[in-house]
Each structure stands twice: as C-alpha cells, then as structure tokens.
T-cell receptor, first 113, second 112 residues
Framework: GAGVSQSPSNKVTEKGKDVELRCDPI?????LYWYRQSLGQGLEFLIY????????KSGLPSDRFSAERTGGSVSTLTIQRTQQEDSAVYLC???????????FGSGTRLTVV | KQEVTQIPAALSVPEGENLVLNCSFT??????LQWFRQDPGKGLTSLLL?????REQTSGRLNASLDKSSGRSTLYIAASQPGDSATYLC???????????FGQGTTLQVKP
C-alpha cells in the first residue's frame, strides 16, 4: 500500500481481556517498529523487527505484551489480560532498512475500561 | 545510553514569525536524525531526514540542520502560519542499537 496501515483505529476493551493490534507496513519495508504513546507523554519504544533477525523486544513493558511478524510483512501486537495503564495510542512504523527514514501509521487508540 | 532532549517544551508565536526548535542528543553514533510533526490525535508525519554525513535539509519553509559532533539539530520554520500549530518531534537512529529514539517534543502554537 501507499502507507503504513494500522487497525483498528480505535479499540475499547474491558480490563482483563486480550487485544490484538495489527500493522501493515509499506510493501518491501524490512524494518518495523512498535511504539506506545500515553496521554501527554513521549513515544515509548516497544519492539523492533529487522528482516529475518531476532526482534529486539527490550522495550516490552511486561510479559503480557508480545508481537510477531509473519512473512516479514504484517505485524500483530498482542496484549494479554489488559490493564487500565495499557490505555494509550499504539503506533507502528516501517522503513526500507537501517539508516533510512521511518514512515508511521495513524495508530490504534486503545482504551481499557 | 542515547538521550534526546527538545527545547522548548512549548512555544507560542504570532503568525509570520520565524522560529527555531532545538534538539540535542547525547551520543553522536547515529545513522540519521528525523524531524516529525504530530497533530492532536493523529500519527506522525515525517518532515525532514538528515543523514549523519549531511549538515542540513530543506523542504519549503522548513530547514533542519545537524551538527553531529556537538549533538545538536535545529528545525527552522520561516514565516510561520496557524496551520503549523502541532507538536514537533525529533528522533535519532542509533548506530549502536539500531533503535529510533525520540525527544519529548515541542508543542507549537501559531496565533493568527
């Protein structure tokens, strides 16, 4: 596609439920990031995929968070047993590779009630 | 550990003014530096990308400079307009970790 696509754009879920957030990167982009932006806060790095290398998961805040990238393309961020503090905008970005600029999606606004 | 700082945190100017936003980073081992714009409730839009070997990039009324040795970048906006009101984010791509590290942003308001 022309840009990075994220779905859903908005998600309201009950505390304790699991959620899946999807990111479709630009075709051919080998690098993919997930970030979290809480209300009034900066961007918090979550996870980074680069080609076939093992992902850098050092930013995942707890073991309730996981992400995968299938076929080097679509990525899914899963949050298990959601908590209210998980409420934030989750942003995905992709790039041609290391050293190139990043293109961001419009994000998924997650609200845990 | 790479840290990115943006000053000021907020800025309010009358329409037509030229202005400068500042970004500093602690580790000069970077691939590039990218300036983004974020409108309320929206994602990030890339404005300018400066590779580590470059000194500046220009796009329309925007000019970004990079001094890698001193760990500084500036974003210059000429003849500001109310439509420029947004949060501006600076990010460096670390060549040590491969991570894109963001500053906290500068929120700009341009008054008509």
């Amino acid at each position: 596609g022309a840009g990075v696509s994220q779905s859903p754009s908005n998600k309201v879920t009950e505390k304790g439920k699991d959620v899946e957030l999807r990111c479709d990167p630009i075709s051919g982009h080998t690098a993919l990031y997930w970030y979290r932006q809480s209300l009034g806060q900066g961007l918090e790095f979550l996870i980074y995929f680069q080609g076939n290398s093992a992902p850098d998961k050092s930013g995942l805040p707890s073991d309730r968070f996981s992400a995968e990238r299938t076929g080097g393309s679509v990525s899914t961020l899963t949050i298990q047993r959601t908590q209210q503090e998980d409420s934030a905008v989750y942003l995905c970005a992709s790039s041609t590779g290391t050293g190139y600029g990043y293109t961001f999606g419009s994000g998924t606004r997650l609200t845990v009630v | 550990k790479q840290e990115v700082t943006q000053i000021p945190a907020a800025l309010s100017v009358p329409e037509g003014e030229n202005l400068v936003l500042n970004c500093s980073f602690t580790d000069s081992a970077i691939y590039n530096l990218q300036w983004f714009r974020q409108d309320p409730g929206k994602g990030l839009t890339s404005l300018l990308l400066i590779q580590s070997s470059q000194r500046e990039q220009t796009s329309g009324r925007l000019n970004a400079s990079l001094d890698k040795s001193s760990g500084r970048s500036t974003l210059y906006i000429a003849a500001s307009q109310p439509g420029d009101s947004a949060t501006y984010l600076c990010a460096v791509l670390s060549s040590n970790t491969g991570k894109l590290i963001f500053g906290q942003g500068t929120t700009l308001q341009v008054k008509p």
